[in-house]
């Protein structure tokens, strides 16, 4: 076993139940004030924070200091996201480097170059996850996200998506978006539930064929989105035993699988995903790892907040909804990425094996 794995169980079994539930989340921390970051960690110990719009500093020192400031375990310290895809979706504006508008018509060999400049502009500024390697893929020029998939063709997003990863590794860890395919379920995911009727033949030879790559090529986290695959599920990927099983199954995926931003599924419309927490429940029920919540700072705002999060999923759990082995196991994962992290050095060479135990 590795020592990511061996340093991982000895921590895991250092652990309270609380502690094991608040690693499972990915948060949001508003402002650009490293103390503001620091309390927050200290009191609620997340699995990671996301970097949003408003936590953007003038200066890449002012955004180092904010994951310096959330960095209170060394050993392990929480994963700092953030959204740079580059073009339409920068949350840096440095970033100028070529994004998905230009190279999905560009050889694969550009995507690659530009992701690693990406990378090194995201490592620079202290960020360990990037989610931005978007390997849906649509020819649909009126598709909500073809202006950000890297092909209009399984096959030439595949290719750049493979790209894109070999140029964020030894930078930063990867992310795929939006399992299992947002190319192929009309509508916008942040304001409804998108949805599509084809099977799981025509979707394991088509949309399911960037993520194979992208896997291959050592992604080492997969978002998985809130899209309505009918003829699989009624229910959204995110909230769909049979969509991680396929992830987990069919396209062999044993590192950390993240949900899109849970209060997507509040503000999709829909009555049955109003609850923020009984869709954590659901979602880990499922098979997530890691539940991302990008809160606005009230609770009023979000309809929950941490503690009420980590409260009503240890209730779950003493309810039976869910067991301390599921939180366990999606717990160990996110520590073993979190401390591959932590003692890697500035090139980070051996980030595609961090959970191939």
Same mark, same amino acid.
């Given at each position: 076993m590795s020592t990511s794995y061996d340093a991982s169980v000895r921590r895991l079994a250092r652990m309270n139940r609380t502690q094991k539930i608040s690693s499972l989340l990915m948060l949001?921390?508003?402002?650009? %004030?490293?103390?503001?970051?620091?309390?927050?960690?200290?009191?609620h110990e997340p699995g990671g924070l996301i970097l949003m719009p408003d936590n953007?500093?003038?200066?890449?020192?002012?955004?180092?200091a904010l994951g310096a400031g959330a960095t209170i375990d060394t050993e392990f310290p929480p994963l700092i996201a953030i959204d740079q895809e580059g073009g339409l979706v920068r949350r840096i504006a440095d970033d100028d480097f070529a994004s998905s508008v230009t190279l999905k018509h560009r050889p694969a060999a550009e995507t690659q170059e530009a992701f690693a400049e990406r990378a090194r502009l995201l490592a620079a500024a202290g960020v360990t996850l990037n989610f931005g390697v978007v390997a849906d893929v649509t020819a649909d020029p009126d598709s909500f996200i073809y202006g950000r998939a890297l092909g209009e063709t399984p096959a030439?997003?595949?290719?750049?998506?493979?790209?894109?990863?070999?140029?964020?590794?030894?930078?930063?860890?990867?992310? /795929?978006?939006?399992?299992?395919?947002?190319?192929r379920a009309p509508g916008d995911s942040h304001t409804?539930?998108?949805? %599509?009727?084809?099977?799981?033949? %025509?979707w394991t030879t088509t949309d399911a064929i960037p993520f194979a790559a992208g896997i291959a090529a050592g992604a080492q986290?997969?978002?998985?989105?809130?899209?309505?695959?009918?003829?699989?599920?009624?229910?959204?990927? @995110? /909230?769909?035993?049979?969509w991680y099983r396929i992830l987990?199954?069919?396209?062999?995926?044993?590192?950390?699988?993240?949900?899109?931003?849970?209060?997507?599924?509040?503000? @999709?419309?829909?009555?049955?995903?109003?609850?923020?927490?009984?869709?954590?429940?659901?979602?880990?029920?499922?098979?997530?790892t890691l539940l991302l919540y990008v809160l606005r700072g009230s609770a009023d705002?979000?309809?929950?907040?941490?503690? %009420?999060l980590i409260r009503d999923i240890a209730a779950a759990v003493d309810?039976?909804? /869910?067991?301390?082995?599921?939180?366990?196991?999606?717990?160990? +994962?996110?520590?073993? /990425?979190?401390?591959? +992290?932590?003692?890697?050095?500035?090139?980070?060479p051996d980030a595609p094996q961090v959970l191939h135990q």
């Open positions: 949001h921390v508003p402002g650009t %004030t490293a103390s503001d970051f620091r309390a927050f960690v200290s009191a953007i500093a003038p200066t890449l020192s002012g955004i180092v030439a997003a595949a290719e750049r998506v493979a790209a894109a990863v070999s140029g964020e590794t030894g930078r930063v860890l990867s992310t /795929l978006k939006h399992f299992p395919g947002h190319g409804s539930i998108p949805e %599509t009727s084809i099977d799981i033949e %025509t986290v997969v978002m998985i989105g809130h899209l309505k695959y009918s003829r699989v599920d009624d229910s959204p990927a @995110s /909230l769909s035993n049979a987990r199954e069919q396209l062999d995926f044993d590192g950390v699988i993240v949900t899109d931003d849970m209060l997507m599924l509040r503000d @999709s419309g829909h009555p049955e995903y109003h609850d923020a927490s009984a869709n954590a429940v659901r979602a880990l029920a499922a098979g997530a705002v979000d309809g929950t907040d941490a503690e %009420t309810a039976g909804q /869910l067991t301390d082995e599921v939180i366990d196991r999606a717990a160990l +994962r996110v520590l073993q /990425l979190r401390y591959r +992290r932590s003692v890697a050095d500035d090139l980070f």
